[in-house]
């Protein structure tokens, strides 16, 4: 299972430098807008401490991490939604993704050029915000067009998806999201397979000056108080610094951390909160093969998960085996926690729990 976070944000507010940083995929940086010009795809790691500490206790020939897949989009302008600045394709990729990570230059630097001129994260925010709620009314109007011409059959279904969408572009018409939006679990199928923008949850990414990392600052509070209305995470991070680390050896890392009073970097934060805010847990499979982790939804069966692995694991599911993660580090091996009882047999129905080291039980 693979998780997809579109990097947006307005040009220069440091996306291409964190997308680097995140997956050393080389994306260029320049000090004008849309130097991005497709989307850079990058395949990353997701930093675990119990995945670590596994594969110490285990000694298996490889150590395979969950991932999570990140998308470098290119700067959105005002006027977006219209076309300009490339900003039809730009908002077509963030259909695609399943959590937007909305970067906010939330640092003074009269070197770098602000788009707009001038230091303002509502209003950055509010650009973008704009942008996406436009593109959605685009695609609601097209909908609300043909849906009312079905309607002139009378069928009381088709009615009351007119009244839904017309409720719904007046919504979007105020200027506000999708997100707010209130609708019940039936009436949110009827424009589903729409994919609007500014439905998707967002994590807020705010790029902080290297002696604000640890403190922020009042344009860190201006975008926490946004955050806050939508019930959205945000993480403070240092484009500057986070490069940085990408250049450094694992225990030069560490030092250089400690260094800062940071026990971790702004990047392994933001992952967490990338998992956090799609309510994504991990479970482990270990062998001397490999120690692996694998990436659920909370509330995961375990007949599911083991489908995660391969199909027939599902089809042919018998049982899982399961160790908290907790008692394989204070036991050491799976066969010391079979012997003091606390390898449990779970069936079907039982719900994965973050951390659960998995042996999967199936019939080929």
């Given amino acids: ?206 790029n902080v000056g290297e002696s604000e990392i640890n403190t922020g600052n009042e344009y860190v509070e201006k975008v926490n108080k946004i955050a806050r209305r939508f019930g959205d995470n945000l993480v403070m991070f240092c484009a500057k610094i986070e490069a940085e680390i990408a250049e450094l050896e694992p225990e030069e890392k560490t030092m250089f951390l400690e260094e800062l009073g940071v026990e971790d970097s702004g990047l392994d934060r933001l992952i967490r909160a990338a998992y956090k805010n799609l309510g994504l847990i991990t479970f482990f499979t270990t062998n001397s093969k490999e120690v692996h982790a694998w990436t659920i939804k909370k509330g995961t069966k375990a007949h599911q998960a083991a489908g995660i692995i391969h199909t027939d694991f599902e089809r042919g599911f018998i049982r899982a085996e399961t160790i908290t993660f907790e008692d394989f580090e204070k036991l050491g091996s799976e066969k010391a926690a079979r012997e003091a009882g606390k390898m449990r047999q779970e069936g079907k129905n039982y719900v994965v729990k973050d951390g659960d080291v998995i042996l999967f039980r199936f019939n080929v």
Avoid: W
């Fill in 1 to 206: 299972m693979k998780l997809k976070c579109g990097i947006v944000g307005l040009p220069n507010v440091g996306k291409s430098t964190l997308f680097n940083a995140l997956s050393n995929a080389g994306a260029e940086t320049a000090n004008f807008p849309f130097c991005t010009i497709d989307p850079n795809v990058g395949l990353v790691p997701v930093p675990d401490h119990r995945l670590e500490k596994l594969a110490e206790l285990v000694k298996p020939k490889a150590t395979i991490p969950a991932t999570i897949e990140f998308v470098d989009i290119a700067g959105l302008v005002k006027g977006a939604s219209e076309g300009k600045g490339k900003g039809n394709a730009f908002l077509s990729h963030i259909r695609e993704v399943d959590l937007i990570v909305h970067v906010v230059r939330c640092f003074d630097d009269d070197d770098i050029i602000h788009v707009e001129g001038s230091i303002d994260p509502e209003r950055d925010i509010r650009i973008i915000e704009d942008e996406l709620i436009l593109k959605d009314l685009e695609s609601v109007e097209k909908r609300l067009d043909n849906v009312k011409k079905q309607a002139k059959s009378g069928e009381k279904k088709i009615l009351e998806e007119v009244k839904v969408i017309e409720a719904l572009a007046a919504h979007l018409e105020s200027g506000d999201t999708v997100r707010t939006f209130q609708a019940e679990g039936e009436e949110k199928t009827i424009y589903k397979d729409l994919f609007l923008l500014s439905e998707k949850p967002v994590l807020y990414a705010c």
